[in-house]
T-cell receptor
Framework: GAGVSQTPSNKVTEKGKYVELRCDPI?????LYWYRQSLGQGPEFLIY????????DSGLPNDRFFAVRPEGSVSTLKIQRTERGDSAVYLC?????????????FGQGTRLTVV | AQSVTQPDIHITVSEGASLELRCNYS??????LFWYVQSPGQGLQLLLK??????LVQGIKGFEAEFKRSQSSFNLRKPSVHWSDAAEYFC??????????????FGKGTKLSVKP
């Protein structure tokens, strides 16, 4: 695609529910990243995929959060038993290859609101 | 632990005036440094990056930044601000994989307003 696409753009859910956030990276980009941006804060790293595997998941806050990328393209961030503190904008980015000198391109994010 | 500090939460400048946004970092090794811009409803866009070499780096939209190791700073500058530059600016340091853009640590951002 032309850019990183994230769906939905907005999601409102009730506390305790399960949500899935989708990221469609730029075609051909092998690296994919998820970040979370809370109000008034900079983005916070969650997880990085190289191909189908999670190369670094050190940013996932707890076991309610997990992400998959089964075919090395689209990724889904899954949040179980949502809490009000999970409300934030979830950003996805992709890059052509292993991070380093290649630029990461960000999507516009999914705004998650837990009520 | 690595960290990034952007001391100014909000800055207002007049159109045509010069701009400097401050960024200080804490990192044990040679840092990989980035500036991103985020406009309302838009994703983050990379303005420029520093990996090594010349400490003055040029970016898009007329921005530049200077790496000063002695001051642990990477300030962003623009000689003449345009109204379209109004946005939020984030400084970031690469924290993994030898400076990957995957595992970035961001500052809290500086919101720039431009007066006509």
């Amino acid at each position: 695609g032309a850019g990183v696409s994230q769906t939905p753009s907005n999601k409102v859910t009730e506390k305790g529910k399960y949500v899935e956030l989708r990221c469609d990276p730029i075609s051909g980009h092998t690296a994919l990243y998820w970040y979370r941006q809370s109000l008034g804060q900079g983005p916070e790293f969650l997880i990085y995929f190289q191909g189908t595997g999670a190369a670094d998941d050190s940013g996932l806050p707890n076991d309610r959060f997990f992400a998959v990328r089964p075919e090395g393209s689209v990724s889904t961030l899954k949040i179980q038993r949502t809490e009000r503190g999970d409300s934030a904008v979830y950003l996805c980015a992709s890059s052509l290859s292993r991070p380093g000198t290649t630029e990461a391109f960000f999507g516009q994010g999914t705004r998650l609101t837990v009520v | 632990a690595q960290s990034v500090t952007q001391p100014d939460i909000h800055i207002t400048v007049s159109e045509g005036a010069s701009l400097e946004l401050r960024c200080n970092y804490s990192y044990g090794a040679t840092p990989y440094l980035f500036w991103y811009v985020q406009s309302p409803g838009q994703g983050l866009q990379l303005l420029l990056k520093y990996f090594s070499g010349d400490t003055l780096v040029q970016g898009i939209k007329g921005f530049e930044a200077e790496f000063k190791r002695s001051q642990s700073s990477f300030n962003l500058r623009k000689p003449s601000v345009h109204w379209s530059d109004a946005a939020e600016y984030f400084c970031a340091v690469g924290a993994g994989y030898g400076g990957s853009q995957g595992n970035l640590i961001f500052g809290k951002g500086t919101k720039l307003s431009v007066k006509p």
